[in-house]
Nanobody
């Protein structure tokens, strides 16, 4: 059983930056495809990005392309989401997700493990 704990959310002004972290435990981190999703109030959960054990990355949706970057540290069992040039529309709960021994996927149902989420609020 894999446990995921996100951190790094908070309140930031538009144009600012945050780095989210997701620490994994209980599994073999190198086997995990790691992803970030987000859910804004009143909206469905949205895929943000995903990364394989060796750094393969999905394309980013246009809404975050050029501003968000995913990375991972396999020695620290942690995946990161660097978010720059934040906009009010980035306000959401950000979730970390994981699935072992799988291909990259943009689909929620392909991920077996989820964190509790961390709130990101961007003020205008």
């Amino acid at each position: 059983q894999v446990q995921l704990v996100e951190s790094g959310g908070g309140l930031v002004q538009a144009g600012g930056s945050l780095r989210l972290s997701c620490a994994a435990s209980g599994g073999t981190f190198r086997s995990l495809v790691m992803a970030w999703f987000r859910q804004a109030p009143g909206k469905e959960r949205e895929f943000v990005t995903a990364i394989t054990w060796n750094g393969g990355i999905t394309s980013y949706p246009d809404s975050v392309k050029g501003r968000f970057t995913i990375s991972r540290d396999n020695d620290k069992n942690t995946v990161y989401l660097q978010m720059n040039s934040l906009k009010p529309e980035d306000t959401a709960v950000y979730y970390c997700a994981a699935v072992p021994f799988a291909r990259l996927s943009t689909l929620e149902y392909d991920y077996d493990y989820w964190g509790q989420g961390t709130q990101v609020t961007v003020s205008s």
